[in-house]
């Protein structure tokens, strides 16, 4: 597969966020962590955390990871869920996939690209843009069936592409 078509495919996929563990992110060089709100934080119908997400943070927090939410999503819900979890908040005047989000985040995290992960449900916005900045990429699968009527789309192009699979590629760091 060529380069062009990796950007499509995250690095490594995961049930759902919690299974990415601060020994894991150790291993991999990771020091902070882009996250999605919508079904990787938040079921998409609920404005407040999911039941894993506080202690999930906390451990990560205490071990040091640096954290910022990145959503497309509701700007209550952001401010609700960045306040109750205690993570700071970027907002860009483009939706991901656009850089400009991304480039944001990486400037409050306060890292170097190489040491982060981007974590999201959604190929298209959450994978595609990081991977388009060397941002690594772990996919997780969506908290709830439910989501924007726009995302519908790019559910559809992850089945009929399989873009979902793991590219399992080593990144230089
Ligand atoms: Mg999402």
Redo the contacts with the bound molecule.
Sequence with gaps: MSGGALQFRPDVKFVRASEITPELLAGEGIRGLIL?????LTR?EESKAAPFAPQWVKSLRDAGIRMVIL???LRDKQDTVSRALELPLVRALLPKPFAAGFVKALEVLELPREEVAMV???VM??IWGANRLGIRTMLVD?LSPR?FPGTKLWRALEVIFRLRRPSGRKRSR
Excluded: F, K
């Design positions: 999605d709100l919508d079904n990787t998409w959503s497309n999503g999201g449900d959604i916005t959450d969506p989501d």
